[in-house]
């Protein structure tokens, strides 16, 4: 079910539009976005690497600097430790690159995802122990780590934290009680002392923020650290940060080097998606070469995709980049395959009434738990939690809806679970069997959320008719890219589209084309990418089967549709034609 809303922020957009030269509808998706200061609309428009903060606003990074720049000079031995998603590869490779520039004695390990579990634990220590490590430096993990941390101290070892994940707590009469470990430095903005601006950084975008300040340290030219940021652009869209302010600059700044990249590894990689010959976008970021390197940790190793980044022979990095690309179409089908499973599992049990959906498919691979939580969450538009089994009890992951924190929900039932951690919107757990039942009647218990809170909501920045579309106001909207959380893809809406036409196409039979006219009689093409079989039902039940084959056969109907929908250009041997892409419809 959705409500769609008309969002009514208020601005002067014509003054806004002649001052930065823009479409006074840009002006308005920026208000939208809550983008109101002339200096905030300048450095969303057009700002550049040299808008980052600075590294040294981060709480303990001097700490951290130090300790790493004593470990480099004397020769001790480093070992990062980072998660198993492309955050935590990237991160892994940022780290590893940089610390290599200034010559450090450095390794990594990555945890497995089925023998390690998620971040730090007690034998990943002891063997960095055994092995002769000094100095332990954690990325996009080591936040909740507090005993492992602790172990890690009383075996002597030094322990640098980077993260950027929730710091746990504990409800108290005076409030939360955050709760630390005791690492030697601790780089995380989400500290509660921590004054940095941006409170949303990535986990490899705090590990770039460290070797920002190093390189400082070590007067490495400014260039050779831009070098790193095309890695964590794929991280920031990945990991499903804010992309507004610094996340935004980020990502911009690395989708211009990625365009004509120097590494082989993404080179092929690029290649292997058919690529090439694209302007890449967020979009490629976030579909398509993210999830590549992320089904290696699902299915193999994580460490295959850091391999290929760090891969320089041609050969090697093609064979790479193909078996990784092999993999995520592995992934695909078994995700589809979940997917299919878990929804059979809701509607049959009778679970989908509860207002927090907990889905256990024990047979699921434990990696895939994340994506399908995802895929449910957007069918059912409700919190979804899948749980698997792994060799020692339950694993799980969860994906959220707006005004529901994930990470704060999961601190509520923590007697229930062995260990968890996460955002608001994602978050993983692990817990004992017998315990299963009582977490999904207390994860549902605790809930707060509302029938309102479970209405989806459609926000429309601009009710355009079609015929105010042109190629000029399409180019210029590249201004707003790249697009994503708290950025997302504008949308425009017209009531009353008349529907001349409708066509299916592709292999799979999943693109709908239809020709849509509208009051003032100018026919567009328009393109549908969602649920063709949930459409066609909806057309039957509101005008009957035989307008529906109407439609097909290009008579003329009486359906007439409300849409919202975003305009594109679709080139086609050398021509270029204005078409809608339809996102929602009533």
């Not at 300790?67 to 998603?85: A, F, H, P």
């Not at 869209?237 to 120097?262: A, H, M, W």
């Amino acid at each position: 079910m959705q409500k769609w809303f008309l969002q009514a922020k208020r601005a002067d957009f014509n003054g806004i539009g002649a001052k930065f030269h823009i479409d006074p509808v840009l002006a308005r998706i920026i208000r939208n976005r809550d983008i109101i200061e002339e200096k905030d609309i300048e450095n969303y428009l057009y700002g550049t690497k040299e808008g980052l903060f600075s590294p040294k606003l981060l709480k303990d990074m001097d700490k951290a600097v130090k300790m790493v720049t004593e470990g480099i000079k004397q020769q001790k031995r480093i070992r990062i430790i980072s998660d198993y998603d492309v955050d935590g590869v990237i991160s892994n490779y940022v780290l590893l690159k940089g610390l290599k520039r200034l010559g450090a004695q450095v390794d990594y390990q990555i945890p497995d995802r089925m023998k390690d579990g998620y971040g730090l634990n007690k034998n990943i220590i002891k063997k960095a122990k055994e092995d002769g490590i000094d100095m332990i430096l954690t990325c996009d993990n080591g936040i909740a780590a507090t005993e492992e941390i602790k172990y890690g101290k009383e075996l002597g070892l030094t322990i640098v934290v980077t993260d950027h994940h929730d710091v746990l707590f504990e409800e108290t009469e005076e409030g939360k009680n955050y709760i630390l470990p005791e690492a030697d430095a601790i780089v995380n903005p989400k500290q509660a002392d921590c004054t940095y601006p941006t409170k949303t950084l990535c986990g490899a975008a705090v590990a770039y923020k460290l070797m920002e300040a190093l390189y400082s340290q070590f007067q490495i030219e400014a260039k050779e650290l831009h070098e790193l940021l095309e890695y964590v652009a794929i991280a920031t869209v990945c990991d499903v940060v804010d992309l507004l302010g610094e996340n935004r600059i980020i990502v911009k700044e690395g989708l211009k080097r990625l365009q004509s990249t120097k590494n082989l590894g993404l080179q092929k990689l690029i290649l292997a998606n058919h690529l090439e010959n694209k302007k890449l976008t967020s979009y490629h970021l976030g579909f398509v070469i993210g999830p590549c390197l992320n089904a290696c940790g699902r299915l193999e190793s994580a460490e295959l995709g850091l391999k290929l980044l760090l891969e320089e022979d041609e050969k090697e990095a093609e064979q790479l980049a193909q078996e990784i690309t092999s993999l995520n179409a592995e992934r695909k089908d078994m995700t589809k395959k979940g997917v299919e499973q878990a929804i059979r599992f809701l509607e049959t049990k009778g679970e989908k009434e509860h207002t927090v959906l907990v889905v256990y498919l024990p047979e699921c691979h434990e990696s895939l738990a994340g994506i399908i939580a995802g895929r449910l969450r957007e069918y059912y538009y409700k919190p979804v939690f899948v749980i698997t089994k792994a060799k020692e009890g339950l694993k799980g992951s969860g994906r959220s809806i707006e005004g529901y924190h994930m990470f704060e929900e999961l601190c509520e039932c923590k007697e229930l679970l062995e260990k968890f951690g996460g955002h608001p919107m994602a978050a993983g757990l692990s817990l004992k069997e017998e315990n299963l039942q009582p977490f999904i009647e207390k994860i549902n218990r605790v809930s707060t959320l509302t029938e309102e809170d479970l209405i989806e909501k459609v926000l429309i920045d601009v009710p355009m008719p079609i015929d105010y579309i042109t190629e000029d106001l399409i180019e210029s909207m590249s201004l707003l890219e790249p697009f994503g959380k708290a950025n997302p893809k504008p949308v425009f809406a017209e009531k009353g589209l008349k529907l001349l036409f409708a066509r299916i196409l592709g292999e799979q039979k999943n693109v709908l084309k239809l020709q849509v006219e509208n009051a003032a009689r100018v026919k567009m093409e328009a393109m549908f990418f969602g649920d063709i079989e949930a459409w066609e039902s909806y057309i039957k039940e509101k005008y009957g089967e035989n307008v529906l084959q109407g439609l097909y056969e290009g008579k003329n109907t009486n359906v007439e549709l409300d849409v919202t929908y975003y305009p594109d250009i679709n080139e086609y041997n050398g021509q270029r034609k204005i078409q809608i892409i339809i996102q929602n419809y009533r």
